[in-house]
């Protein structure tokens, strides 16, 4: 197992139950939360190094995944209860402010803990994911309409027990497939069949996955069996049930159509992940929907592990960025 080192390990307590985190450094605190399908692990690279430069680094299992509470009821994993998870971690370690980075997933519940709690987040980073104000029709009606002959995988998520059936069997390789499937260095080649869609006709994400022998260079294998010794005793359902509220957010959040975000913010992408082409528009408007912003780059030829991926390159933006922030 690739180690951490100099890390505290603990159990605090949420309302989700008890959220495990991985705590590095002192000084003020920066909370780091991860997307699908990884955990607290993914910001290995970033804990050291924000430590290092005095800041208090605190990386969580999101509800649902690794050593955190997974409540069984679907609707417990609405956006509304991951805020509140993080704000009871800020409290749970006695602290009254955090600056929140997210990637992926992680990146919805920054912004929408900034969003909903100022008092709590004075800032925000982004990884991968940009900020998009809530609005226009269902999530589910626009998912449905993306794929043409073809399924968007956001639907394929959608249905509880679909793509367990697909995973569960062999979480290692599929995650393995899933993570090189959106890593600059082993994504298909253009024109190929797009890993993100399934085929209507009982088609899988797998199918898609590049060889089962390119694995990204980032990820070892010490680093993946980390990954998948947690899927693999806690499944995935929960992990998913994230997918499974998109329109009851849509709902939750109909008082906040449209709203800005206006913290001091920040936006890391990879010129090679979709979640930055296909929300180009959702850049272009940062002027009105991040007023806050101190800086948006995007990485070239990096896919979508922004901080696995490029680790130094993150850093030294969440670095920079950091100290020039209003203390």
């Given amino acids: 197992m690739t180690m951490v080192k100099d890390v505290t390990q603990r159990l605090v307590p949420a309302p989700a139950g008890r959220i495990h985190l991985v705590e590095q450094g002192t000084g003020p605190l920066v909370l780091l939360v991860h997307g699908f399908p990884e955990s ?18 605190v990386a969580v299992d999101v509800r649902g995944y690794g ?13 509304l209860d991951l805020v509140e998870d993080a704000v009871a971690v800020v409290h749970a370690l006695g602290e009254r402010s955090a600056v929140i980075v997210g990637h992926d997933w992680g990146a919805g519940i920054a912004a ?18 940009p900020y998009a104000p809530r609005g226009g029709p269902r999530p589910s009606e626009i998912f449905a309409g993306m794929g043409g002959d073809e399924e968007f995988y956001v639907s394929y998520f959608q249905r509880p027990g ?29 024109g190929a069949p797009d ?10 994400l797998r199918e898609r996955f590049p060889a089962a022998t390119d694995r990204p260079a980032w990820l070892s294998e010490a680093e993946l069996d980390v990954y998948a010794g947690e899927f693999e005793r806690t499944g995935l359902t929960t992990a998913l049930n994230r997918y ?39 850049i272009a408007a940062y002027p009105a929907t991040l007023p806050g912003l101190r ?29 020039r922030l209003p203390s």
């Avoid at 959040?253 to 979640?275: E, V, W």
């Fill in 195 to 204: 890993p993100h869609f399934v085929s209507r006709e009982g088609g899988t």
């Fill in 67 to 79: 050593r955190s509470s997974r409540p069984e009821d679907v609707s417990a994993y609405r956006m």
């Fill in 112 to 129: 929408n803990s900034a969003l909903l709690r100022p008092d709590v987040f004075r800032a925000v980073g982004l990884l991968s994911v």
């Fill in 162 to 190: 679909r793509a367990e059936s697909e995973i569960e069997p062999d979480v290692r390789g599929w995650l393995s497939g899933f993570y090189a499937a959106f890593s600059a260095d082993t994504m298909p080649a253009p």
């Fill in 40 to 57: 607290w692990y993914s910001w290995r690279h970033q804990l050291p190094a924000l430590a290092a430069a005095g800041h208090r680094t």
């Fill in 244 to 282: 499974r509220n998109m329109d009851q957010d849509w709902e939750d959040m109909a008082a906040h159509d449209g709203a800005p975000i206006p913290q001091p913010s920040l936006f890391l992408g990879g010129s090679l992940d979709a979640s930055t082409t296909w929300l180009s528009d959702a």
């Fill in 295 to 323: 800086g948006s780059h995007i990485l070239e030829g990096c896919g979508h592990w922004i901080q696995q991926e490029r680790p130094a390159e993150v850093n030294q933006h969440l670095l920079n960025w950091l100290a």
